[in-house]
């Protein structure tokens, strides 16, 4: 079975401070992975993707993230957070093996960024 | 620019109603899905179509129903046999499965 766990529902940290999102995830394969962001009433938006090659990955608006095949995880990063990324965070993986195309979502991490 | 258009924004449904949320794409893209997002519960599955013509049921497809007759549309009717249709739907599209979903801006679905 596939799943992903985003253990933290809710990241509180200060502006300029380094923020970390925690995902874990488990597929019978290897894994596509994924990080989206929603603002209110949005859609998700696509931050960063994992396929192949580097295990530091980086993507949209400053964010990066490291797979971690061994713990299993893929943990969002941005070295100095901003009030502006203050939203929901997803994680979201995709057996590379399997014939279907569907992505499993974690449920979320409410991100706050104080001034 | 290309995209995926869900309408309408805000849809209220009555007792014992069908209502028919759309999702068009631009994207040229294959594959589409359906997502239902309630508070706290992240996005669950309701139904995905890889080609014009064919579509799975997803984790919660009971009480909806798609078609996929054209390649940029993908339909969603919650039937009334969804006792608890509140919530917000997000369409989705991806081109393959290396690459990421495009998103919709929801539609909102609420009980009058």
């Known amino acids: 079975a596939q799943s992903v766990a985003q253990p933290e529902d809710q990241v509180k940290v200060a502006e300029g401070n380094p923020l970390t999102v925690k995902c874990t995830y488990s597929v019978s394969g290897n894994p596509y992975l994924f990080w989206y962001v929603q603002y209110p009433n949005r859609g998700l938006q696509f931050l960063l993707k994992?396929?192949?090659?580097?295990?530091l990955v980086k993507g949209s608006y400053g964010f990066e993230a490291e797979f971690n095949k061994s713990q299993t995880s893929f943990h969002l990063k941005k070295p100095s957070a901003l009030v502006s990324d203050s939203a929901l965070y997803f994680c979201a993986v995709r057996d590379r093996g399997s014939t279907l195309g569907r992505l499993y979502f974690g449920r979320g991490t409410q991100l706050t960024v104080w001034p | 620019d290309g995209g995926i258009t869900q309408s309408p924004k805000y849809l209220f449904r009555k007792e014992g109603q069908n209502v028919t949320l759309s999702c068009e794409q631009n994207l040229n893209h294959d594959a589409m899905y359906w997502y239902r997002q309630d508070p706290g519960q992240g996005l669950r599955l309701i139904y995905y179509?890889?080609?014009?013509?064919?579509?799975q049921k997803g984790d919660i497809a009971e009480g909806y129903s798609v078609s996929r007759e054209k390649k940029e549309s993908f339909p969603l009717t919650v039937t009334s046999a969804q006792k608890n249709p509140t919530a917000f739907y997000l369409c989705?599209?991806?081109?393959?499965?290396?690459?990421?979903?495009?998103f919709g801006d929801g539609t909102r679905l609420s009980i009058l």
């Open positions: 994992y396929i192949t090659g580097d295990n």
């Open positions: 179509s890889q080609i014009v013509n064919d579509f």
């Open positions: 989705a599209s991806t081109q393959s499965f290396n690459q990421p979903q495009h």
